[in-house]
């Protein structure tokens, strides 16, 4: 059984950053994408980066290019996503995927078979 445990979310002000991470337990790591979605209240659940199984691929949501960047650590069995210059709009619950049957980063949410539970992310104006 895979399981995925984020942390790292907080209240932030405007501008400010935050690292969230994720690990990921009971199926080996190293070979498949890994992506982080967030969902905002009212609104759908919706993509903001991916990384391939080996780290050189990354895609990322136009809303956060240039100022968030993912990245993995397969020794360790985790993902993060470093966020910079965060924004209001960037307040969401966001969650970490896992695409065992995917090398290649994706944008698609069907794609990601195993997602945690969320940690929170507020940025006040």
């Known amino acids: 059984q895979v399981q995925l445990a984020e942390s790292g979310g907080g209240l932030v002000q405007a501008g400010a950053s935050l690292t969230l991470s994720c690990v990921v337990s009971?199926?080996?790591?190293?070979?498949?994408?890994m992506g982080w979605f967030r969902q905002a209240p009212g609104k759908e659940r919706e993509f903001v980066a991916s990384?391939?199984?080996?780290?050189?691929?990354?895609l990322y949501a136009d809303s956060v290019k240039g100022r968030f960047l993912m990245s993995r650590d397969n020794a360790k069995d985790s993902v993060f996503l470093l966020m910079n210059n965060l924004k209001p709009e960037d307040t969401a619950v966001y969650y970490c995927?896992?695409?065992?049957?995917?090398?290649?980063?994706?944008?698609?949410?069907?794609?990601?078979?195993?997602w945690g539970q969320g940690t929170q992310v507020t940025v006040s104006s």
């Open positions: 009971g199926h080996t790591f190293s070979g498949y994408a």
């Open positions: 990384v391939s199984w080996s780290g050189n691929m990354r």
């Open positions: 995927a896992a695409a065992p049957r995917f090398t290649l980063a994706s944008t698609m949410a069907s794609k990601y078979d195993y």
